[in-house]
């Protein structure tokens, strides 16, 4: 149980790096290395160089404008990359600078931005375009703002010395792939110029990175921890701590601590004859006990048990069933005998129960029924398709009796007929004669011995042969959507097929009608015409011209009329267009039809009428 851990195995080990430096390459806590090669410190040309991007190791370090050489190299990216770094993993940087030597004096507004490569091992910077600037950096960088003048050669004091940049190392070192002996490199951009001595100008003076640092330990305790030096801290939060080393100086440490805490809690249980604690204890009394496991976190959870411990019972009964018996507890038993059975008494605890059980058996019969269209069993189910069925009644046991029903069902069978007849006449049916329109039922037995349904539905067709007589020579069959045939004097009009028919001469006239297989013939008018030109109504005569024509005709009224309506018919009836003219004496009519005898029947808005045979030639 994990109430008062001190050090977790992370920390001894912490601990014994520090202890212990001198195993892991090292021997306090403070780190110093320069750049150990040409190519440590290099300058890459800016964006308004002859050529920008240009990597170049040289004897002075350029920080950051350059206007030396035959090729201007504008605002630089420099590049500082540090070998062997001997800094363990989650190390804590307390302090950390690179301390730089001035190599000629540079007195220029100058300020940069200090950036680490973002790498838990640098690469060497070669000698590929954009090599320096092209490297992903951290996020935060480090401002050396207005950088005092560097007045004079082989400075080396606090004004070469960059601000500190432990923010910006913390992250590399805190990587899951850094380890001691890797490598940094840092990136600087900005504007000013100050010159510092290079590797290749004198390594004793290249860029020197100085670091401080301690150890990081992450704990994670109940309730309270007691630090390496002895401090007692009670909540969650990042410390600091001082001991002594083995070199009597001091090593701090950054302790991540988590306090997490004890918990308590009260139940209440309700238990037969016996209770297990959660943590294993067996109690046996009602009672107030207390108890102890580990916590979500880890810690104690000390927990109070208010129990409950009820008793089991006992108790018989006598049944007597048909073939089994499912027991109060859901057992089942096929057979008479004394039975134990156990449910949950009142109290929530075993009732055991002595069962003294009877068991009677059911029966099985069968039978063969045909019945017409449905069939009602011997327990009153109906059944409506032929099949075999399984039907149960009680026995004289008082037990199931499962008869086995055998039925075919005939079918009641139905016809409709649906049937017409003409006005006048009739349909036999059912031994009646029918002369309305109607639905007629008749029932008669089939083959099967069961109903055989006949409906009739009957449709009776009456012709309307009334007729319809437009002024004096328009006859108009009443009866709509049927076929038509015109007599004159009861003999065939020929083509005389329309439902309306104008009659050219005097006659006795009817109109034969066929629909739905029926035939009618209507009543015969008698029709008195006058042929030629017949002026029956317009007071000063009425003239057409030229009669026979070729299509265009003037129709001359022999007065003016201020509406005048001429209508042009076939000779066998059929009415070829209507026309209106206002305020006319005289009318330029064309007739478009083909050859043949059409009739003008032309009107006037006072009622006077005109009849005249034109021939289209």
């Not at 499962?402 to 069902?409: E, K, R, S």
């Not at 329309?498 to 001469?505: A, F, K, L, R």
Request: net charge negative; proline share 4%.
């Amino acid at each position: 149980m994990m109430k008062h851990l001190q050090f977790s195995l992370k920390a001894l080990v912490m601990l014994s790096i520090f202890f212990m430096g001198s195993m892991h390459g090292f021997t306090q806590n403070n780190f110093e290395t320069r750049i150990d090669a040409s190519e440590g410190d290099a300058e890459e040309n800016g964006p308004t160089s002859t050529t920008p991007g240009a990597i170049y190791y040289i004897s002075a370090i350029n920080m950051v404008y350059d206007t030396l050489g035959a090729k201007h190299r504008g605002q630089q990216t420099v590049g500082l990359r540090f070998t062997d770094v001997d800094i363990p993993q989650d190390a804590l940087i307390l302090n950390a600078y690179i301390q730089f030597d001035s190599w000629a004096p540079a007195t220029d507004s100058t300020s940069v931005y200090i950036w680490t490569e973002d790498s838990e091992d640098a690469p060497p910077i070669v000698g590929t375009d954009f090599n320096i600037s092209s490297r992903v950096k951290t996020a935060d960088s480090v401002p050396w703002i207005d950088i005092p003048a560097w007045a004079n050669f082989g400075l080396q004091g606090p004004d070469q010395q960059t601000p500190e940049l432990a923010s910006i190392i913390q992250p590399i070192v805190d990587k899951t792939g850094w380890m001691t002996g890797n490598n940094m490199c840092f990136i600087i951009q900005g504007y000013g110029l100050r010159l510092a001595t290079s590797w290749d100008l004198n390594p004793d003076k290249a860029p020197k990175l100085v670091v401080d640092f301690g150890a990081k330990i992450s704990e994670t305790v109940c309730d309270s921890y007691v630090s390496p030096s002895g401090k007692t801290w009670t909540s969650s939060g990042s410390y600091f701590d001082t001991i002594p080393n083995s070199f009597g100086g001091d090593s701090i440490i950054l302790v991540d601590l988590t306090v997490l805490e004890s918990t308590t809690s009260t139940i209440t249980e309700t238990a037969c004859d016996s209770y297990t604690s959660p943590s294993g204890k067996t109690w046996t009394i009602s009672g107030t006990y207390q108890d102890t496991i580990p916590n979500a976190a880890g810690c104690d959870s000390v927990i109070t048990i208010d129990l409950t411990v009820n008793s089991s019972s006992a108790s018989s009964i006598s049944e007597s069933v048909c073939d089994s018996y499912v027991s109060p507890s859901g057992k089942t038993w096929t057979a008479s005998g004394s039975y134990l059975d156990t449910i949950p008494n009142a109290a929530g605890c075993d009732s055991v129960i002595t069962v003294e059980l009877t068991v009677n058996n059911s029966s099985t019969s069968s039978l063969t029924e045909t019945a017409c269209n449905s069939y009602t069993s011997p327990s009153g189910k109906i059944w409506t398709t032929s099949g075999i069925y399984m039907d149960t009644i009680p026995n004289v046991a008082g037990c199931d009796s499962v008869i086995t029903v055998d039925l075919t069902l005939n079918s009641t069978s139905a016809v409709e007929i649906h049937d017409t007849i003409c006005n006048g006449s009739s349909y036999s049916f059912n031994g009646k004669e029918i002369a309305e329109t109607g639905q007629y039922t008749d029932t008669l037995t089939n083959v099967s011995g069961c109903d055989s349904i006949v409906v009739l539905n009957l449709m009776v067709h009456t012709i309307d042969t009334s007729i319809t007589v437009s002024g004096e020579d328009v006859l108009t069959a009443n009866e709509l959507d049927a076929q038509y045939q015109w007599l004159q004097n009861n003999s065939i009009i020929d083509g005389a097929t329309s439902q309306s028919y104008t009659v050219t001469e005097t006659g006795s006239y009817a109109v034969v009608i066929t629909k739905n297989d029926c035939v009618d013939t209507s009543g015969y008018y008698n029709i008195q015409i006058v042929t030629g030109v017949s002026d029956i109504s317009f007071g000063s005569g009425i003239a057409v011209y030229p009669n026979p024509t070729k299509g265009a005709v003037t129709v001359n009224l022999g007065a003016e009329y201020q509406a005048i309506y001429v209508r042009l018919y076939t000779i066998s009836g059929k009415l070829v267009s209507i026309n209106e003219y206002k305020s006319r004496r005289e009318i330029d009519y064309q007739i478009d039809g083909e050859k043949g005898v059409y009739f003008l029947h032309i009107s006037s808005d006072k009622g006077e009428q005109a009849r005249i045979k034109v021939m289209k030639e």
